[in-house]
């Protein structure tokens, strides 16, 4: 079974602070997906990237897939409160068919 | 536009009382999933269709089954549910995009077993 371990699993900082979570696994996956949920919804799909050593921007976060293609991280700049929520590294497997998530990073921002 | 749609939000049933949880997409994606979520826990996939294609996972309990009627619509059935399996529902699709494959969720369904 491929496993995503995600780290940190929790992580609370004030507003305004730099931040990175982590995704990493021993197998090699052809694409990865970072999600994010808020409390009681579903998860959101922020980014999926593709290319080893690929780096993606999406605002104030920005993403990047190893090299290997067997880790990803998430990196925000100035968080706000609003960033806070539960965030998912996600890759299929089994065919392409069956999502495997990573353990998952609760983050909170507080004023 | 809601893309993957589940309803209720939220559902309250009774220990023991059968409950069904529905899912509607209008992507037309072949595949469809349900997964469960326990608070601040990673979501656990039950099954998933791929079109009429069936797959269980291992350690889903038999308490859990699953219809898929058509490409649209994937629904839940908890036969006779415990306090254990007070959750979020989140029901997801996927399509392949390139060369790599993309997925979707609805809002989830928080269910309350009283």
């Known amino acids: 079974t491929q496993l995503l371990e995600q780290s940190p699993q929790f992580l609370s900082i004030q507003e305004g602070e730099n931040l990175t979570v982590y995704c990493n696994s021993s197998?090699?996956?052809?694409?990865l997906q970072w999600y994010r949920q808020e409390p009681g919804e579903g998860p959101v799909l922020l980014v999926t990237?593709?290319?080893?050593?690929e780096v993606k921007k999406l605002k104030r976060l920005t993403f990047q897939f190893g090299d290997a293609r067997k880790d990803s991280s998430l990196h925000i700049t100035a968080a706000q409160p609003g960033d806070t929520g539960l965030y998912l590294c996600?890759?299929?497997?089994?065919?392409?068919?069956?999502?495997?998530f990573g353990t998952g990073t609760q983050l909170k921002v507080e004023l | 536009d809601a893309m993957v749609i589940q309803n209720p939000r939220y559902q309250v049933t009774q220990f023991g009382k059968p409950v069904t949880l529905s899912c509607s997409q209008t992507?037309?994606?072949?595949?469809m999933y349900w997964y469960q979520q326990k608070s601040s826990q990673a979501p656990k996939l039950l099954f998933h269709?791929?079109?009429?294609?069936?797959?269980n996972e291992a350690d889903t309990p038999d308490n859990f089954q699953s219809r898929r009627p058509n490409t649209s619509f994937c629904f839940l059935d908890i036969r006779s549910p415990g306090l254990g399996d007070a959750a979020m529902y989140l029901c997801?699709?996927?399509?392949?995009?390139?060369?790599?494959?993309?997925?979707?969720f609805g809002q989830g369904t928080r269910l309350t077993v009283v």
């Open positions: 997801a699709t996927s399509r392949v995009r390139d060369r790599y494959t993309e997925a979707f």
């Open positions: 269709y791929y079109d009429k294609d069936f797959n």
């Open positions: 992507l037309n994606h072949n595949v």
């Open positions: 197998s090699v996956f052809s694409s």
């Open positions: 996600v890759s299929f497997t089994g065919g392409g068919n069956k999502l495997t």
């Open positions: 990237v593709v290319t080893g050593g």
